[in-house]
């Protein structure tokens, strides 16, 4: 079994799943403190990200593994996000976690 912690927020947050000894961290949303604390603790992170614009920007922080999210809410955004990538991507649900790459 693989311990992981999700609804981070804060970097705070993140620090704290860390020393817990989660072995990754999702979060709702797309939040730059988060990301530099999880890679400065080598930790795993997955962020949620709804648009292209946002999914850029993780992928700009360095980010692999993406949580679409809220999918269900905007699951005609969610064709609009695939189309941003030359590969499928997992069918829209409540959470999908995918990668570009």
């Given at each position: ?29 797309l939040n730059q403190d988060v990301v530099a ?65």
């Open positions: 079994m693989v311990l992981g912690a999700g609804t981070i927020l804060t970097a705070e947050n993140l620090g704290r799943a860390s020393d817990a000894d989660a072995k990754f961290g999702v979060a709702p949303g604390e999880a890679a400065h603790r080598g930790l795993p992170f997955m962020p949620g990200v709804i648009t292209p614009t946002e999914v850029e920007q993780a992928l700009s922080f360095g980010l692999t593994v993406l949580k679409f999210f809220p999918a269900e809410a905007f699951g005609d955004c969610f064709s609009k996000v695939k189309q941003f990538f030359s590969r499928p991507l997992s069918p829209s649900c409540s959470s999908c976690f995918f990668s570009p790459w």
